[in-house]
């Protein structure tokens, strides 16, 4: 089985619970609430993502996994981490490839919109979960951290808030909840950062994220 795959890279998480941490980035083709192509962005549920995702080079597993290896350094004693990202990776990511890369070593983290299920077997082999929403409903309800970004047409940090992991209350949930600022050409004066400033500073529930590897010029 092949995987439709925009890119791999090697650089360090920009923004959440893990910024700072060196980690390989594989970004998958393909998402389920934005073609991707500009003459559909005005329909799209999505609209103000920056991402470009078409296309993509056909991967088997074993290829994906060969790549990602030779992307690690070996010269150190960091642990390697793979982060899979899109597009919307749930299109495609299934529990063998999570497997494979779990048995080589790789801690798998996962950023996705939670609008497809994740299965149990597969959350088996993640170690992170992170939930982007962009719709009010998701259909992954669980995992580490939800990052939101804020403001957003449909969607408020409101819709969510009561999602926070309470296992002595039987709910699984998130730990880490995090905010941020919608950046798009439109916010010229950075007024989505001052909101997303006020709303967490009201809210403490919520961090405010940045997304460093945009500040120091970085992918």
């Known amino acids: 089985m092949t995987y439709q795959i925009k890119e791999v890279f090697y650089s360090v998480q920009g923004e959440g619970y893990w910024s700072g941490r060196p980690a390989v980035f594989v970004r998958f083709a393909k998402c389920n609430l934005w073609s991707g192509r500009e003459i559909d962005r005005p329909t799209a549920i999505c609209q103000f993502c920056d991402t470009d995702f078409l296309d993509g080079t056909s991967f088997t597993t074993d290829e994906l996994l060969g790549v990602c ?23 495609q990511l299934d529990v063998n490839q999570l ?35 962009k719709t009010p409903t ?38 880490h909840f995090w905010l941020s600022p919608r950046n798009d050409k439109h916010d010229l004066d950075h007024g989505h950062t001052k ?12 961090r405010l994220n940045t997304q460093t590897h945009k500040v120091i010029g970085v992918r």
């Open 69 to 91: 290896r030779e992307l690690w350094p070996t010269d150190n004693n960091g642990d390697p981490m793979v982060i899979f990202t899109g597009g919307e990776p749930m299109l």
């Open 99 to 133: 497997r494979s890369f779990t048995q080589a070593g790789f801690y798998t983290a996962l950023e996705t919109n939670g609008t497809l299920p994740l299965s149990g077997e597969m959350r088996k082999y993640l170690g992170w979960v992170c939930v982007s929403p």
């Open 138 to 175: 998701l259909r992954i309800t669980g995992g580490d951290e939800l990052k939101l970004v804020y403001p957003q047409d449909k969607i408020t940090p409101e819709m969510f808030a009561h999602l926070q992991r309470r296992p002595d209350w039987g709910i699984d949930g998130f730990d």
């Open 195 to 206: 909101l997303a400033y006020d709303y967490v500073l009201a809210h403490p529930q919520w």
